[in-house]
C-alpha cells in the first residue's frame, strides 16, 4: 500500500510512504508530515481519499462485502474522513443524472444535479457538526472541500462548451478563480483542477483572443509575459499568484518546451516565486527538457510499419530525420499532409533525410486503412504505443498533436518543438543540416 499526495501544480502523485500489507491485509505506514494535508491511500484497486495532521494515528479499515463504503476510519479525525469518504460516493453517483452523462445535460438539468450535490453535501456537513469530537476548524475545513468539489462540478461541466449552452449562475462561476489559501496549502486537488481550467480558458485562450490580429511568431515571443500580465493584474493573494504562476509555466513548458520566452520566465520565477515546492515543479520541466535540447541525444523508439515489421529510429542513423506525430483522428494533422507531400518532392532522391511519420493511434485498423488509400504522405510510417513508458508520447513529452520533431544524421536533436510542414521554414532548415553534414563528413 502506497500513502501519496497530490502535487497542486500539476497533480502528479507525491510518496509520503508504502508498506507491503501482510496475509491479513494489514500494515503501518510510518512518515513524515509538516502539515495537515489531504492524502491518499492505494493498495491495488483501491484509492482512499482522508484528511491527516502532524501526530495523526489514523486507520483505516476494509469495509465487509456489500458494504455501501469500501472502507471506514479509525482513529484520529475519523469522523471528518468518514465524511470525507461518503462525499466521494455522493460524487460517483452523480456522475449520470437521470441515465445521462453530466455532460450530455442540458443547462436545467445540469442545475438540478448540481443542486442534488450540494445537498448531499449540506446533510454530511450536518452530520459532522454532530459530532462531539470535531473541532470547528475541521467542520470548516470539510465546508470548503465540499465548496470546491461543487465548484469543480461547474467547471468541469462548462468546460468546452459555449457560453450559450450553460446557465448563467455557472457561466459566472467559472469566469472567476476561487481564491482559498486553505485549500491550496492543504492540497485540494479539485482546487489544482480548477485553476488548471481557469487559466486555460479565461488566461491562456484569453490572451490569444486579445492579440489575434498578432501574426503567430510575435506572439509566441511575447507570450508568456502577456500570461504573467494577466496573472499578476487580477490581484490575487501572494502564494495563489505564485502557484498560478508556476501551474502556467508548467503548462506552458509542457505545451511548448523550452522556448527562449519561456527560458526568460523562468528565471524570473526562480527570483520572485517563495515556494521551493513551486520552483522545484519548474526546475523538474527544465530538467526533463533540457534532456532533449538541441544537441542533445535523440531518445531511441520504436514502432510497428503497416507491412508489421519493427522500425526503430536508429535504425535511421545516418540521415536526416524530420519526424511528425500525428494520429488518424487529428484533422489538424492531417490538414498539413498536403504540404509534407510538396515538401518530400523536394527533397526527392536524397537518401540523406527521411521524413518518418509516428502514429499514435489506438485503432490500428484505422491507421492501416488510411496510410493504405494514399492519404498520407509516402515516407517511413510507424504506429507507436502511446501508453508505453518507451512511447515517442513519454520520450519527448507531446501534449498534443500534431507535432514535430527534427534529428540530425548524428541522431541528435535539433528541434523537439520543430515548425510545421506548412510553415515554409522546415525545408530551408533541411538544406542547412544538409549542409552542415557534407562539412563535417569531409
Known sequence: MKIVRSNMVNLDTIGLGSVILDSAGKGVVEFELDAPMFASAMAG?????????????????????????????EGDRAALNQVINESVQIWNGLGKWNGAYVFQLDKDEFLNA??????????LLTKLKLEKEVSEEMIDLFARYSKMSVLFYQFNYANGKDSSEISASVRKVVETLPVDTIALKTGMADYSMIAAQFYQHRIHNAVYEENENMDADSLESIFPFLVEKKIKAAGYPKQVEDFMRAKS??????????????????STLEKEIISEDLKNVIREDVARWEKIGPGKPAP???????????????????????????????GYCIDEFPDSKKMEAEFKGNDQVAFLYVSVDSDTLAWKKMVANGKVPNGLHMLNDADSPESIWNLYHVWGIPRYLLIDAQGRMVAAHAARPSSGDVQPELRKLLTTSRVSQR
Not at 448540481?114 to 446533510?123: F, N, T
Not at 531511441?300 to 540521415?319: A, I, N, Q, Y
Open 114 to 123: 448540481k443542486d442534488s450535490l450540494q445537498r448531499g453535501y449540506d446533510q
Open 45 to 73: 484497486h483501491l484509492m482512499s481519499g482522508f484528511f491527516i495532521s502532524p501526530g495523526d494515528e489514523l486507520a483505516i479499515v476494509s469495509s465487509e462485502p456489500g458494504a455501501k463504503l469500501p472502507v471506514s476510519y
Open 300 to 330: 531511441d523508439f520504436t514502432g510497428v510499419t503497416p507491412d508489421g515489421k519493427k522500425l526503430s529510429l536508429s535504425d535511421l542513423r545516418g540521415k536526416i530525420v524530420y519526424v511528425d506525430i500525428w494520429a488518424t483522428w487529428c
Open 249 to 266: 509555466a508548467d503548462i506552458q513548458i509542457g505545451m511548448a518546451g523550452l522556448s527562449p520566452g519561456l527560458t526568460k520566465l523562468v
